[in-house]
């Protein structure tokens, strides 16, 4: 302990150094846990508008000082996040739902969802799945869209109908459209101007080119086979309003693009990422009309690819705060605190730890009380005085430095007083005596 004696300013001086460390202490644990924390997330597309979002994202992130920051790590294509995001070399990626290994994966939100065209050309006698029968099929982006194909190919039996499927680039898949290369081009796109745009560009060479477009009819068949896929009604006139293409509500498939978090994260981080993520959707949504086909992940457990704990936790409303988290530790910590200080301070004076040293003092006390009781003559009186006295400046000494195992100054001060009363008395006692006379 510090001893009370030390000089007024040196305490001040200890007192605010304390208070400076402890007030030190507690920022750097707030900062600690309440600082932001950088995950990385994986995208990549054709046309680079996934990482194009996903940085805009991650700049409003930064701007608004959200909880969560994001680390974009362009891939190039959709194939390739989903690899990066199976290998567990990033905490966060934007993946199709029917790419790549996705059993690590929990939804944060849906971030797109395109559907699948199938365009043969003007003139054409194409005009159902089993009509492609003998023909070849260019496949634009024919990596992401191998399930695609050997979906339709497994319920259609396409295999048997000598339907080939051939990957085609974007640049390629026009001329090859035009020259009848292909009898039919697979795209899958979502129904936003930009891509419809690029898909009139590739199947509408003329403004007097009407392309046929392919219904899939077995779509609803398709999806309950193959979770990632749903059955979606293209609305009439969507490629073209006059006359219109499609002529009536064409029946095909659609998937959905995720924005997938490592389920081993933990639940308020990806809480407090869907949240930051949802608030900059809505910020930047005039910015970026592409951001408005973001929704929420489907919270449900039977979900094909189900919401990621933390994420499930916002959209459904029943995330925690400090206090809810630990407010029954931070109750009932104290209190059992307290109980063991009690139980160990039972054991402590159970096995009488502390006391030898004060037992010992006092029985010296009382040996000295005896002794003078028993002396005969002032010079063995005054030695036992100056035992005394080294016993009091002792303990003394020991109070003063604030040693606990001290006798009490009270205490102390009663067996001094009656020790030298016993003094006292003894030596008027003694001075009392008669002389004894010399031996004859």
Request: aromatic fraction near 6%; include cysteine.
């Amino acid at each position: 302990m510090i001893s009370v004696k030390l000089p007024f300013w040196l305490r001040v001086v200890v007192l605010v150094g304390a208070i400076c460390l402890v007030a030190g202490a507690g920022l750097f644990t707030y900062r600690y846990f309440t600082g932001p924390t950088t995950l990385t997330v994986a995208a990549g597309s054709l046309d680079g508008e996934a990482v194009q979002a996903m940085s805009a994202i991650a700049s409003r992130f930064a701007e608004t000082n959200a909880p969560v920051r994001l680390k974009v790590i362009d891939t190039g294509s959709v194939v390739d996040a989903a690899k990066a995001f199976s290998a567990g070399n990033v905490d966060l990626a934007v993946v199709r739902g029917d790419v790549g290994d996705l059993s690590r994966a929990g939804a944060v939100a849906i971030v797109a969802r395109s559907v699948v065209l199938i365009a043969a050309p003007s003139g054409s006698s194409i005009d159902s799945v089993t009509g492609l029968k003998g023909h070849t099929v260019g496949v634009v982006g024919g990596d992401v869209n191998q399930k695609v194909v050997a979906a339709l190919t497994e319920e259609y039996n396409l295999d048997a109908a000598k339907v080939s499927f051939k990957d085609i680039t974007p640049v390629d898949a026009g001329k090859a459209f035009k020259n009848k290369d292909v009898g039919a081009l697979l795209v899958t796109i979502p129904l936003t101007e930009k891509y419809l745009s690029l898909f009139r560009s590739l199947v509408q060479p003329s403004a007097k080119a009407t392309p046929v477009l392919v219904p899939i009819e077995s779509a609803g068949a398709i999806a309950q086979t193959h979770g990632a896929y749903e059955s979606f009604d293209v609305p009439k006139g969507t490629l073209r309003g006059a006359p219109p293409v499609p002529e009536d509500d064409l029946t095909t498939l659609r998937v959905s693009y995720y924005l997938v978090a490592q389920k081993k994260l933990d639940s308020d981080l990806i809480a407090s990422l869907t949240q930051s993520f949802m608030n900059a959707r809505r910020d930047l949504l005039r910015e970026l009309p592409i951001l408005a086909q973001i929704t929420a992940a489907n919270t449900d457990q039977d979900a094909y690819l189900p919401a990621h704990p933390g994420a499930a936790a916002f959209y459904n409303g029943n995330v925690q705060s400090f206090l809810d988290k630990y407010s029954n530790a931070i109750f009932l910590t104290p209190m059992a605190l307290g109980a063991l200080a009690t139980i160990a301070a039972a054991a402590w004076k159970f096995l009488g730890l502390g006391k030898e040293a004060k037992e010992g003092v006092l029985d010296s006390l009382y040996m000295l009380a005896r002794r003078i009781r028993s002396a005969d003559n002032d010079a063995a009186l005054s030695e036992i005085e100056d035992q005394l006295d080294t016993i009091l400046k002792a303990q003394l000494a020991k109070t003063a430095a604030g040693d606990e195992d001290a006798i009490d100054a009270g205490t102390l001060n009663l067996a001094a007083h009656r020790l030298e009363n016993l003094i006292h008395y003894r030596r008027a006692a003694l001075a009392m005596r008669p002389e004894r006379a010399p031996a004859a």
